[in-house]
Each structure stands twice: as C-alpha cells, then as structure tokens.
C-alpha cells in the first residue's frame, strides 16, 4: 500500500463518546486482567482516530490549497479539543483504578506519568483550544501562501533558501530583502495572529488555575522530570559555554570569505569562498544515495528506507502551496512513519534524510508498542535519535557531496554548535 491509497474516514465524535462510555462502563468492578484489556481496547480506537487525524494533517500540510482537507483540518481544528478531553476523561478513570499499583507493573509507570500529563486539560479550556488551532492554521497558511518575485520566478519562502546562500554577495541582499518584503506585506496579520495566540494562550492558563501559560505548557510538552528553573540554569549554561564558541566560528566565517571588517546578516548563509557544500544531484539522486547508504549501514536501517520509498511515505520537495519546514509524524494504523521536507538544492536537504529520517526510524522501531504513549519517546528525547543519525551517516557524506565533503561536515558540526545559542535564544523568547 502507498500514502495516496491510505483510507482516510472523517472521525465521528458522538460514535467515539458512546465507545467509550460502553468500554468504561464497568471499568472500575473490573478485574485486573480485564482492566489491562479495556485499556488496550481504548487505546486502538486512540490509533484509529490518530491515524485519520493525521493523513488528513500531512494531506493538508502538503497541499494547504486542496479544498477537502482544508474542510478536514478546520474540523479537526474544532473537535481534536473534544477528543482530547474524552481522553483525558478516559486517563482520570485509568488512574483511578484500584489495581493502579498492578497496571503500573504491566505497563510500566511511564505510562501513567504521561497520563498526568494529560490530566490538566480540562473541559473548560476546550473553547480556548479550538481559538488557539484555528490561528495556528491560518499562521501556516498565511506562511505557505508566500509568492515572492526573485530571479524570473515565483518562490515559496523555502524556495527562497539557496539565493540566501549563494556567492554573489548583491543576490543574497536582494533575496533577503524578497522575503522580508513577504513579512512588512503581512506584517498587521502576522502581528494580529501573533497578538490573538499570545492572549488566548494566556487565558487558557488562567481559565484553568496557572499562574501563566508556561507551566501548563510544560505539561502539554510531557515534560515530566524537569521545570523552568532547571531550564533556565540550562540556557545560562548554554550563554556560558557555547555562546563565545559560536561567536568564534562566525568570525572565523567572516574572515573565510574575506568579510572580516564587514559582515552583515545576509552573509551568514555563505560559509565557504569555493561556495557552500550542496548536494551533487537532484532530489531522486539524494533518496537514491539514501537508500544505498542505509543499506550499507545496517539491516534495520536498510528495511526501514525500503519501506519509506517503497510505500511513499516522503514528501520531500518545495512546491507552491506548500506547508513551511519540515517534519516527521508516525500513522498508527498503518505503522509505518512520514517524513514531510522543502528541499531547495542545499545541504539542509541532506539533513533531512539523516535527521528526520532517524525521527522516522526510531518510531518505525517502535511500532509495536501496544501503548501509543510510548511508540514515541516525548520530544526532547527525540532529538537524541535524529542528532545521533545525522553523526552515524558521517561515513557515507561522500555519496552526497562528492569532494566538497569536508566543507559539508566542518558546517554541519559548525551548525550544530551555533543552533544551541540559537535555541535557547527562542526558548527564553517564549518564556
Ligand atoms: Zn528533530
């Protein structure tokens, strides 16, 4: 089966509410072997709904102008609430069982802190939740909508990417100023949207008993070991350490392409005087490259691309009407990964098929994990999997740049370096 022929059913929310009334209705008189299978029975109608919930996201994400789905994510912008709190009704009753201490055992107790987690969306936030999704949709349009006149073409914004790249210092200016243009165009919607999220977020927060949005955002996040304080001694750690490192590379970069005296933003994305390392081939060369490479690197990795490529579960390239950035989601019913992209000709393309195609082969490793809780390892632990593939596939970088290898990997670890102080800088933003 491929992605295109994945049946896609628009969820039923009264049908899911009674399954889930006739599936608890005696939960609590249950046995403990009886508890363990009400859960899994549950949590299979959870995959069935995230499975919908999801080819209707990716449809969407792909082409932001195909009508269907567009009328399929603004439902889901309306009742994915609802069904978040049919959840949560359901997690109150799983931990309230009387055999939690025995469940705990069988399931492990990972399980039940994420079903916490859970625990502070509340039915009173549902209203906030559906304003909060529909401004999210329209940010993502609004970002996918860019039609930007450069060089005889119109472009997307990622289309945009290469000409910030190039050698030709007056080009990287003027593409520069091409997508900033987008941004003043837009600026009053940009700014309302932005203004409507940060107070709507804000009332979610109050209307459910925080102080503020960031320590229920923390709970959303399933971040269950750790705070803001101990985030904040972490981005204090990063500005200690990393920042001066950063600094260094950006004045060793400077003075490489012989702008020591003059470096200015639209610089930053040339690193190299011989030009930056992109990718020897097109597209359908990368994912050829990609497969031999994951062939070589072992028999897990090789069945995994086989799979990818085989079912088309990659949409990789940047085309008009296109949704911004890149991702990797997982489709439970199917169990099998998708890894969405905007390739545009740079070596980011590369680190798409190492990064998030080490996303996609941790949660294709864990799809057979009965709780869905668990298929993915919440989302900073994530990054541990897709950082550590794009290092494992140092070997096999030749096959992708050709003799500009070394260039590629002195700024794919230089990248590394500077996302840090990079991250953090956002992550003090938001708090
Ligand atoms: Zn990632």
Redesign the pocket.
């Known amino acids: 089966m491929k992605f295109n022929e994945m049946t896609y059913t628009r969820p039923d929310f009264e049908k899911s509410k009674k399954n889930y009334e006739e599936l608890f209705k005696n939960f609590k008189d249950q046995t403990l072997e009886e508890q363990i299978t009400t859960i899994n029975e549950w949590n299979k109608l959870s995959d069935d709904f995230a499975t919908n919930a999801t080819l209707c996201s990716v449809r969407h994400s792909i082409d932001t102008r195909d009508e269907f789905y567009e009328k399929e994510n603004e439902y889901f912008d309306e009742v994915g609430p609802l069904f978040s709190n049919l959840a949560v009704e359901a997690n109150k009753t799983i931990l309230s069982s009387k055999h939690l201490e025995d469940l705990k055992k069988h399931f492990g107790p990972h399980y039940f802190e994420i079903l916490e987690c859970s625990l502070v969306m509340k039915e009173e936030a549902i209203p906030f939740m559906q304003k909060e999704n529909a401004l999210v949709s329209k940010y993502n349009k609004l970002i996918a909508s860019a039609k930007i006149d450069f060089d005889g073409k119109t472009n997307t914004l990622a289309q945009m990417g290469p000409y910030t790249q190039v050698a030709d210092r007056k080009t990287r200016k003027e593409a520069h100023e091409a997508i900033t243009k987008f941004f003043e165009e837009n600026e009053a919607e940009f700014d309302k949207i932005y203004d409507d999220l940060v107070k709507v977020r804000n009332e979610m927060a109050l209307a459910l008993g925080y102080k503020n949005y960031v320590d229920l955002q923390y709970k959303f996040l399933y971040r269950t070991d750790y705070n803001s304080e101990d985030v904040k001694r972490y981005r204090e750690y990063i500005y200690k350490n990393f920042t001066p490192l950063a600094v260094k590379l950006r004045e060793k970069q400077a003075e490489r392409i012989g702008l020591k005296d003059d470096f200015k933003y639209y610089d930053w994305g040339f690193s190299f005087k011989e030009g930056n390392p992109n990718p020897i081939g097109d597209p359908e060369f990368i994912v050829n490259q990609a497969i031999k490479m994951y062939h070589e690197l072992s028999k897990e990795t090789g069945e995994f691309i086989d799979v990818m490529t085989g079912m088309e579960l990659m949409d990789l390239v940047a085309k008009p009407g296109k949704q911004a950035g890149g991702?990797?989601t997982d489709i439970p019913n199917y169990k099998v990964p998708f890894i969405f992209s905007n390739f545009n000709g740079t070596q980011g393309d590369v680190e798409v098929v190492t990064?998030?195609a080490?996303?996609a082969f941790q949660v294709y490793s864990s799809r057979n994990m009965i709780v869905p809780e668990y298929r993915w390892p919440t989302y900073e632990a994530?990054?541990i999997h897709?950082?550590s593939m794009e290092f494992l596939t140092w070997p096999w970088m030749e096959l992708f740049f050709g003799e500009a290898v070394n260039r590629f990997k002195y700024s794919h670890l230089s990248g590394a370096i500077e996302f840090l102080p990079y991250g953090v800088t956002i992550d003090e933003f938001q708090h």
């Open positions: 991702y990797c990064h998030e080490g996303h994530c990054e897709s950082m």
